[in-house]
């Protein structure tokens, strides 16, 4: 950095959006005294230096993308999104200003509350200055007389030339001259969506032979550079040098870079020019270009005036950079030498300047790299190994500005310095004045106005720095903020997954209740979530219900429905609740697959919480979709620690009508119940009548199906002990059984020891409870026992009930086993004949069901009928839970 | 119920009636010019058709609503192929989804959607026989569908489209063109919704599309009667006045390949009796008169050519509607019918007069074409003959042959020195050139022939002018660049458009050859007839073939009475001679072969004659 002087000074501030301007729009330009910025928006601003003030503010009817000056015919064009190229004279400024000033006030209140600058004028242009109406258009560049422009079909790039239409006059139609298709692109969208706004555009750049056409010291826009004879020659070939055709470069987002000769471009409608032909691809970046210019990187020759450009630069978008100059090999052949090197990215824009320097801009500050002999950007005193050669090695240098979104090389440039144009993110235009070979300050005499000079100067310094700070500050804040996150997940991960015995600290219990949505019944589930650790679950956490129902008993092949709920949460602090309720059936058509299994889990999402910090500062966003460099996170990634997994089986879905307090709140059937009609029908026929759906049908002329089981009095006693102390065993059994039923209170006050329930499906349920004694099991005597007796119409009903009381049972048995208690003497001689008895009947279900596999339809009615027997058999209470 | 169904009907006169307005907006926008009103009135209405659709693809599919859908879709389509001037891909993902939908209604999304579009209008088509009202829509939607597979080339599809349209009766038939004829699209019914083009205009402009389109490709395979009759169809079809005069000059093309000049001439005359787009018929008839052998006429077609191609057609405002232009095939550099720019015209007629030995007419249109190439101040470009054509240097080493044809040689000497001039930066380095010479470096720089050639015609032009010292100075410079030349390694080097095509062997042989033959001649002018033998003996070995070569030499040895020597010589001559003569000049630049007749001996026969009746003289004695 020695050598180095950077000056900044703030020039004006602009609008900008919230979270600051996006790169890849935003345009800056230079003209004397004039500086012509758009942000991006729909203002184009016209600003003075000498005046230090903003002259004239123009509005167009949509986003400007591109701004150029034809110097020569004092003229601004301006690209305008879905709309067109417009010319507006530079002369006319002043004029209109003075004719319209004031005017739209309450538009430019809103929109330029930032400005410090005293209010100018905002000038509506009038859609007459449209030069070259397309909707498609995503770049353009303009020569002498001709315009070219690049514009997006559905499957194309297409490059059109256009003569120059002069501002005011009417824009003429014919004025086409050329047009040639370029490689493909992708469609922005396909369908009917409205096309999306590209997040890069492509980049147009002109390229001229040096010639009488092209004077010396003739001012040239960022999109025009004048490359030496040799370089031109060896890139676009001996047509392009022999005509003197300017050349036009075009760098496409999908990194190609391609060029065509202007004078080759074809006329006439009817023969558009030929890709193959006319269409050269230089290289592929393969990644979007941001920038292509050119510099001259080798010291003038002392008899030559002429600083032509003898190399060629492009860059891409994560900082792929490309040089290619031309160089004599040892047998006098020209040969291009071209190399690729790697800057930091993501580059937000750059720009060429004096001395072989190339200026590139990212979110974490402006840089400098040298292209010269020796490749020191600021020595280019330097001897250097291989004359000619490129820098075998990039280094770049910061120049300590950020977040600067468009650059511009000023034409005021100090005498062997170069002076930037930049417009900051912050909406802040200044100016970047570099001298390269400024010599130590040295103490002079301080003048007053010397004395302000500096004074200056160093304000300008700090708030480049304060802003560069600020900046910092932000990324470093929110880094903070993603590591107290993540150990606060930690912390949260460990408590739960230490303590596997005892209450976790953490829990979720589900209960479940009938509730009426919508005119129509529907069993709903609530999680609890419960939070008694000292930790919060912040930001990024959330509780995951999957509710996964069992597969159709008849359909063998079918797995269960599985719906995963994800309900973020928000806070919760220690010793919080949250409540989450769900619906969990019947569906649509009135089924419900139980028993339906409810598990929870606690995710913590990494991408949520860490994304932010790992993606780049939030205002600096960059205009591609990804976030976050690829690679660093996957898409889904996170933490899951499961809860607690809850069977809902029928039993807590049984309703009981019939117990129900007042016959008029009766809970209706499920299904379309909801026609008031319907009702009033249902009510008129009384409750005597019977539906006469195929299911009470069945119910009315089918025995019912029973299944009974049967378990010890003594165990059960010993289970039910300590809770249902005082009452009567069976009444006591049923209680147990429906404890978890919401709707269990009538069945505990009314001491029943049978019940008959509503199934969710609506066929009945009944449950019978009572003791019987076993004789033939135990040789001490008869055995006391109680018999649960399940019976109902529906067969699937009646399994469903059957599972979920055997399920209970064991669970009671496990846990009578983990208490150690002896059974009594059983009569093995029995147990053993029963044992052969379940064998052979099991043995019979297996082939009766491959029987059921392997034949058709028709033939398996029989076996069906048997197989079902078999069941009951199987369910007969044989077997006596001890 | 009924509450639903009037609402419903009510929902279906509004989208109706915003889809009439849109069309009517089309209409007023059709009779604007071409300007940012109209563009914004276009897109205006394309933003309308496109939100309608989205309302009406919003809710589920109905039988009632869906032939307003399907007309929706149709305006659609043909408003964005109209806007974008032709069929893009993109348009079958909008006829897809309209398809879909109908099958929605039915319930079979998923029938055949494997087998893509085809299959879909399968299943389309036989489930619509179910829903006539569905049919005037589903053909109008038939015919975008066969409009997008002829631009895009897929014939095979379209002939099944249309089979399956004809219905089964005339499935035997796999001519798509007759099936086209026999297609009747069924007529939306009059107080239907609006269309911007109706199926039977459609099918009007489908069928000359197609007719063109058929009859260009067996034209251009040599299947010249079938060709015949496929214009003739395309011909009697209604089409706009510039697609008529590529069919009739197509029609001539077709009837001069068969040999039937007459009435190839009739068409041509009749393409040139419209207002506008002249080329085309007057470079058929430049080839026409050609054929027939009438230069002049030939050449005053070229003339009428270059003017009518200076003239720059202002396209009209494209009509809101599909049109044949659309269907066509892309204009093609290799299609007979490319007339080319005015540049390409100029080139063309500038080199057919130095072929037919025009020579001040060649220079004259020579220098007129590199003062449209190079001037610069010339607001308009005019774009170089290159390729199908010469490169650019080559147009400026035949404008200098030209030029020295034509006894200007001065002037050739400044084309000559304003193409070195302009190219000299792309030149190899001379002092290093000159370094490496005397090292006697084994490997050379590439240099391009017509680099060489330049100094090949600087050294002829010297000669006309009679300063033999220049003259030589320049071949000799010519010979040694020549000789560094290895035409096998390609790169590295200023790649030009002509490389590929004149870099052969052939070239460079001939090239070498007439360098020799024009030093060894300044010799022989100059008396040094021993430096001029070992020339003539050179140019004989690099080029075995070349005659001119061996004939000079004979010449030589003769003078120099080396009697034995040239007897064998000419022996061997003789023998060559009975053998087929090889066309030597197959595939050489212009350039070169005027060069190669300048040096030609002019007394061929004569000699051959003196020297039989000499040796048999001599045998005689």
Not at chain 2, 126 to 147: D, F, R
Not at chain 2, 587 to 595: A, I, Q, R
Request: with cysteine.
């Amino acid at each position: 950095m020695a050598g180095l002087a950077l000056r900044v000074e703030y020039l004006a501030g602009f609008c900008c959006p919230l979270g600051g301007l996006a790169a890849g729009k935003p345009r800056v330009l230079c003209h004397g005294a004039e500086i012509f910025l758009s942000t991006g928006s729909e203002l184009v601003y016209v600003y003075d230096r000498e005046g230090r003030l903003l002259t004239a503010v123009y509005k167009f009817p949509g986003q400007v993308w591109h701004l150029e000056l034809q110097a020569l015919g004092r003229a601004l064009y301006v690209l305008c999104a879905r709309s067109g190229i417009y010319c507006l004279s530079l002369d006319q400024a002043g004029r209109s200003m003075s004719q319209d000033g004031g005017s739209d006030r309450d538009d430019r209140d809103s929109e330029d509350g930032q400005v410090g600058e005293p209010p100018a004028p905002v000038i509506a242009v009038d859609p007459d200055a449209c030069v070259l109406p397309d909707a498609t258009l995503c770049a353009f560049v303009v020569l002498d007389n001709v315009l070219v422009t690049l514009a997006q079909g559905p499957s194309q790039w297409k490059m059109q030339l256009f003569e120059c239409p002069c501002p005011g006059e009417d824009p003429r139609p014919g004025g086409q001259i050329g047009e040639v298709e370029l490689s493909t692109c992708t469609p922005p969208s396909g369908g009917l969506g409205a096309p999306a706004a590209p997040h890069f555009l492509p980049v147009l750049c002109c390229a001229s032979p040096p010639g009488p056409r092209v004077p010396r010291g003739h001012l040239q826009g960022p999109g025009a550079v004048t490359l030496e004879e040799a370089l031109f020659g060896l890139l676009f070939g001996a047509d392009a040098s022999l005509l003197e055709s300017p050349v036009i470069l075009c760098g496409l987002p999908d990194g190609q870079l391609c060029c065509v000769v202007l004078k080759t471009l074809v006329t006439s409608r009817s023969a558009p020019g030929d890709p193959k032909a006319l269409v050269k691809i230089l290289h592929h970046l393969e990644e979007p270009v941001i920038f292509i210019g050119a510099l001259r990187t080798e010291p003038l020759a002392e008899d030559t005036e002429d600083a032509h450009s003898d190399c060629l630069v492009a860059l891409g978008h994560h900082g792929r950079t490309l040089a290619i100059k031309a160089s004599w090999d040892e047998l006098g052949h020209l040969v291009p030498e071209l190399r690729e090197y790697g800057v930091p990215g993501p580059v937000l824009c750059a720009a060429c300047g004096e001395g072989g320097r190339l200026y590139h801009s990212t979110p974490s500050g402006l840089c400098v790299v040298g292209l010269a002999q020796g490749g020191g950007p600021w020595d280019p005193t330097q001897p250097s190994g291989a004359p000619g050669g490129l820098p075998s090695l990039l280094c770049p240098a910061s120049l300590s500005v950020c977040s600067v979104v468009t650059l511009s090389v000023s034409s005021r440039a100090p005498e062997g310095g170069t002076e930037l144009l930049a417009l900051s993110a912050g909406g802040r235009l200044m100016t970047c004045s570099l001298d390269s070979h400024s010599e130590a300050p040295r103490p002079s005499r301080v003048s007053v106005v010397n004395a302000g000079r500096k004074i200056k100067e160093l304000l300008s310094g700090i708030g480049t720095v304060s802003e560069r700070v600020s900046s910092l500050k932000k990324a470093v804040d929110q880094r903070n903020k993603a590591l107290t996150c993540l150990n606060e997940a930690m912390n949260v991960s460990c408590a739960l997954l230490s303590s596997r015995e005892g209450p976790r600290p953490i829990s979720c219990s589900v209960t479940t209740a009938w509730s009426r949505l919508q005119l129509r019944d529907v069993l709903t589930a609530t999680c609890l979530l419960e939070n008694s650790s000292s930790f919060s679950l912040d930001r990024g956490w959330a509780l995951c219900i999957q509710v996964l129902g069992s597969a159709r008993a008849l359909d063998l092949d079918s797995a269960g429905s599985a719906v995963t709920y994800t309900i973020p949460l928000d806070r919760l602090g220690p010793g919080g609740r949250r409540e989450v309720t769900l619906p969990l059936g019947p569906g649509e058509d009135g089924s419900l697959d139980l028993p339906v299994t409810v598990s929870c889990a606690l995710f913590y999402s990494l991408r949520e919480v860490v994304g932010g910090a790992l993606a780049p500062a939030d205002r600096l966003k960059e205009p591609s979709s990804e976030e976050w460099p690829p690679g660093v996170l996957p898409e889904q990634d996170g933490v899951c620690l499961p809860l607690s997994e809850h069977a809902v089986d029928l039993l807590q879905c049984l309703r009981f009508p019939a117990l129900a307090p007042s016959p008029l709140q009766a809970p209706g059937r499920p299904g379309p119940a909801g026609d008031p009609i319907h009702t009033f029908l249902e009510t008129c026929r009384g409750p005597g009548s019977q539906l006469a759906g195929p299911e009470s049908l069945r119910a009315k002329y089918l025995p019912p199906s029973v299944a009974t089981v049967r378990v010890s009095a003594e165990l059960l006693r010993v289970a039910l002990g300590d809770s249902q102390a005082g009452v009567s065993l069976c009444p006591a059994t049923l209680q147990w059984l429906l404890a978890e039923n919401s709707t269990c209170d009538i069945v505990r006050t009314q001491a029943l020891s049978s019940v008959q329930g509503v199934a969710p499906d609506g066929t009945d349920v009944h449950l019978i409870i009572r003791e019987v004694s076993v004789t033939d099991l135990c040789p001490e005597g008869a055995l006391q026992a109680v018999e649960i007796q399940l019976e109902s119409a529906s067969l699937a009903n009646m399994c469903r009930a059957h599972h979920a009381v055997v399920g209970r049972l064991q669970r009671l048995v496990v846990q009578q086993a983990a208490r150690d208690s002896s059974p009594p003497d059983l009569r093995l001689q029995y147990l053993h004949q029963i044992q052969a008895n379940h064998e052979t009947l099991l043995r019979e279900v297996q082939t009766l069901r491959d029987r059921l596999c392997a034949e058709d339809e028709a033939g398996s009615r029989a076996p069906a009928q048997r197989l079902l027997q078999v069941y009951k058999q199987l369910r007969s209470p044989s077997l006596l839970l001890l | 119920m009924a509450h639903k169904t009037s609402g419903l009907s009510s929902c279906l006169d509004l989208w109706r009636e915003k889809n009439d307005q849109l069309v009517r907006q089309t209409k007023v926008a059709q009779n604007l010019s071409l300007s940012l009103r109209r563009q914004q009135l276009v897109q205006d209405v394309l933003e309308g058709l496109r939100g309608l659709l989205h309302s009406l693809q919003g809710l589920p599919a109905a039988v009632s609503v869906l032939p307003l859908e399907l007309t929706v879709i149709c305006n659609f389509i043909t408003l964005r192929a109209s806007l974008a001037q032709g069929f893009t891909e993109d348009l079958a993902t909008d006829i897809q989804r309209g398809l879909e939908r109908v099958l929605e209604t039915q319930e079979q999304q998923e029938a055949k959607l494997e087998h893509g579009l085809r299959g879909l209008w399968d299943s389309v088509l036989h489930v619509s026989s179910l829903l006539p009202e569905l049919l005037p829509a589903l053909h109008h939607l038939a015919g975008l569908q066969a409009a997008l597979w002829l631009s895009t080339d897929r014939l095979g599809d379209l002939t099944l489209l249309l089979q399956t349209l004809n219905g089964s009766q005339s499935r035997a038939s796999e001519e798509p063109l007759l099936l086209l004829k026999t297609w009747r699209p069924l007529a939306e019914e009059s107080d239907g919704p609006l269309t911007l083009q109706d199926a039977r205009s459609l099918r009007g402009v489908l069928l000359t599309a197609f007719a063109y389109r058929q009859g260009l490709r067996e034209l251009i395979t040599g299947s010249l009667p079938r060709a015949l009759s496929s214009l003739h169809e395309a011909a009697s079809g209604l089409c706009p006045w510039p697609v008529l005069v590529q069919v009739y000059t197509a029609l001539a093309t077709c009837l001069r390949k068969m040999g039937k000049p007459q009435r190839a001439m009739l068409y041509l005359v009749e393409a040139v009796k419209g207002e506008s787009t002249w080329g085309p018929p007057l470079l058929e008839a430049s080839r026409l008169y050609q054929q027939l052998g009438n230069t002049a006429a030939e050449i005053e077609s070229l003339e009428l050519l270059v003017e009518a191609l200076s003239i720059t057609h202002i396209p009209e405002a494209p009509q809101l509607l599909i049109e044949v232009e659309f269907l066509l095939p892309r204009p093609d550099p290799a299609s007979p019918l490319h007339c080319g720019t005015q540049s390409q015209a100029k080139y063309l007629l500038a080199s057919r007069c130095l072929q037919t030995r025009r020579a001040e007419d060649a220079a004259e249109h020579y220098l007129d074409l590199l003062a449209l190439l190079l001037d610069g101040s010339e607001p308009k470009f005019s774009p170089p003959p290159c390729p199908p054509g010469p490169c650019v240097p080559e147009v400026f080493l035949e404008a200098t042959a030209a030029l020295i044809q034509a006894g200007r040689a001065q002037d050739a000497l400044t084309v000559c020195e304003e193409l070195l001039n302009r190219t000299s930066s792309l030149l190899p380095k001379r002092p290093r050139l000159w370094e490496d010479a005397r090292k006697g470096t084994k490997e050379s720089p590439h240099c391009s022939p017509w680099i060489s050639a330049i100094y090949l015609l600087q050294g002829q032009a010297w000669v006309q002018l009679g300063a033999r010292k220049e003259a030589v100075s320049e071949f000799s410079r010519c010979l040694e660049l020549l000789f560094q030349a290895t035409p096998k390694d390609k790169e590295p080097g200023p790649a030009s458009s002509c490389e590929h095509g004149c870099t052969s062997d052939v070239v460079l042989q001939q090239l070498r050859a007439a360098a020799l033959i024009s030093r060894g001649l300044e010799w022989v002018a100059s008396g040094q007839d021993n430096k001029a033998l070992q020339d003539f003996l050179l140019s004989v070995q690099v080029c075995p073939g070349n005659q001119d070569a061996s004939f000079h030499l004979l010449q030589t040895l003769r003078r120099l009475d080396r009697r034995d020597e040239a007897t064998a010589f000419w022996q061997r001559l003789e023998a060559q001679t009975e053998l087929p003569q090889e066309k030597a000049t197959r595939s050489l630049p212009l350039y070169l072969e005027t060069y190669l007749d300048w040096i030609r001996p002019p007394d061929r026969e004569t000699l051959l004659e003196e020297f039989r009746t000499s040796l048999l003289k001599t045998c005689e004695l």
